[in-house]
C-alpha cells in the first residue's frame, strides 16, 4: 500500500523543523514525509539531518512554484513564516491545496486568541484560517502561544542581571516549540482532529517575576525583572531591527498579557503530546549557555 504523503511548508523554521524532527522520530514508517522549503541549500540541510525525507522547493509569494510541490499531497501543514503579508500567503497556499486535488485535511499553523482577532497577529492568523474553513478541504487550527525559545532574544539584558520584558505585572504560559513539533506531528498522524481549533499554551502560568527567578536560579546570578514602558520596548525592538508592523504587533501582544488576557493554561497541549508539557525551568536548564 502506498503511504500517504505529508507536506510541511515552513519546514526549515522552528517549528516546521520540530515538526520534521517528530515526524522523523515517530511516524515515518506510516507516511511519505516532504518538506517545503524556499531554496535548495536549505533543501538539503533538511535530508541531511532528517534521512529519508523528501524536499519540494517553492514560494508561497510565487503561487506558479506550488503545483509541483503539491504532488501527490494528501495532508498539509501549513506554518506561515514571520511576514506581513500572512493573509496572502496562507490564501496562495489554500489555493494550491485545493487545486491539486489530492489534499484532504490542511493543519493550520495559528496563534493563540486568533478568535477575538483583537490584535495584529490574530487578525492575520485568523484570516487564513478563514479562508481555510471556507475551502472544502478538512482543516484543524494550531493555536499556539509565545515561545520559551524566543527567550535567547532577551539574554543580553539577563547576562547583566535584568530580565526587561513589558508585561507589567501580567501572566501567561510559555510554551516549548519542540513539544509543538511533537504536537503537530501527533495531530497529523492520528484522526479525529477535523473541524477542531487548539488553543495551546505551556504548562505554568509566570509573571515577569517568576521569568527573573527562574533566571536566577538557573544562572547563579541574580536577575531583576524591568517592565518598561512602551515607547521604550518599540524603541529596543526598533533598534534590534525588527520591522515596524512585528515591533508594533509585538506591543499589543505585550498589552495582551498585561492585562491577562492570556493568563491561562490549557489542557490540550499536554492531552495531545500524551506526556506533560516541557516547563521554562527544563528549557533554561538545557539552554543555560544561551543567558550567561
Ligand atoms: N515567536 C512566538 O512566540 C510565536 C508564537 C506563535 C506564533 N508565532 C508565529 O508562528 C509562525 C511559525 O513560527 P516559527 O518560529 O516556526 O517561524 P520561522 O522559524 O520564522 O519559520 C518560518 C518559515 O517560513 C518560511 N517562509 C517565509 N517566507 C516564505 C515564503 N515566501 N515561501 C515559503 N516559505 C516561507 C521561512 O523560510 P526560510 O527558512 O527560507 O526563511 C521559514 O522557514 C511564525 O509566523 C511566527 O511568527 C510565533
Redesign the pocket.
Known amino acids: 500500500m502506498t503511504k500517504p504523503t505529508l507536506l510541511i511548508?515552513?519546514?526549515?523554521?522552528?517549528?516546521?523543523?520540530?515538526t520534521l524532527d517528530a515526524l522523523t522520530r515517530k511516524h515515518k514508517d506510516h507516511f511519505t514525509i516532504r518538506a517545503?522549503?524556499?531554496?535548495e541549500a536549505?533543501a538539503s540541510d533538511l535530508r541531511n539531518k532528517f534521512p529519508g525525507i523528501e524536499t519540494a522547493i517553492?514560494?508561497?509569494?510565487?503561487p506558479a512554484t506550488l503545483a509541483a510541490a503539491f504532488k501527490g499531497v494528501d495532508k498539509l501543514f501549513l506554518?506561515?513564516?514571520?511576514?506581513e503579508n500572512?493573509e496572502e500567503?496562507a490564501k496562495n497556499a489554500i489555493d494550491a491545496a485545493v487545486a491539486a486535488g489530492s489534499v484532504k485535511h490542511v493543519l493550520f499553523?495559528?496563534?493563540?486568541g486568533a478568535e477575538y482577532e483583537s490584535i495584529l497577529?490574530g487578525r492575520q492568523?485568523r484570516s487564513g484560517e478563514k479562508y481555510l474553513e471556507a475551502s472544502g478541504l478538512k482543516w484543524t487550527h494550531l493555536r499556539?502561544?509565545?515561545?520559551q525559545?524566543?527567550m535567547p532574544g532577551w539574554a543580553d539584558g539577563i547576562k547583566q542581571g535584568a530580565f526587561y520584558f513589558g508585561i507589567r505585572e501580567g501572566r501567561f504560559a510559555?510554551?516549548n516549540?519542540g513539544d509543538i513539533g511533537e504536537i503537530a506531528a501527533n495531530i497529523l498522524c492520528s484522526d479525529g482532529h477535523e473541524g477542531k481549533a487548539y488553543a495551546i499554551t505551556g504548562p505554568q502560568l509566570l509573571s515577569g517575576q517568576d521569568f527573573a527567578r527562574t533566571f536566577t536560579d538557573v544562572t547563579g546570578k541574580p536577575v531583576q525583572y524591568v517592565s518598561p514602558d512602551e515607547a521604550t520596548t518599540l524603541g529596543s525592538l526598533l533598534g534590534a531591527g525588527w520591522p515596524e508592523w512585528q515591533a508594533k504587533g509585538m506591543l499589543e501582544l505585550f498589552d495582551v498579557f498585561a492585562t491577562n488576557q492570556a493568563a491561562v493554561v490549557s489542557p490540550e497541549g499536554e492531552r495531545l503530546l500524551g506526556r506533560p508539557l516541557t516547563t521554562l525551568r527544563t528549557y533554561l536548564d538545557a539552554n543555560k549557555a544561551a543567558f550567561v
Do not use: C, H, M
Not at 9 to 18: E, F, L, Q, V
Not at 58 to 62: A, P
Not at 109 to 112: K, N, Q, T
Not at 144 to 147: D, K, N, Q, Y
Open positions: 511548508i515552513g519546514a526549515a523554521g522552528n517549528n516546521g523543523t520540530a517545503g522549503v524556499r531554496s536549505k517553492l514560494d508561497l509569494d510565487q506554518i506561515i513564516g514571520n511576514v500572512r500567503q499553523y495559528s496563534v493563540f497577529f492568523f499556539t502561544i509565545f515561545f525559545e524566543n510559555p510554551l516549540v
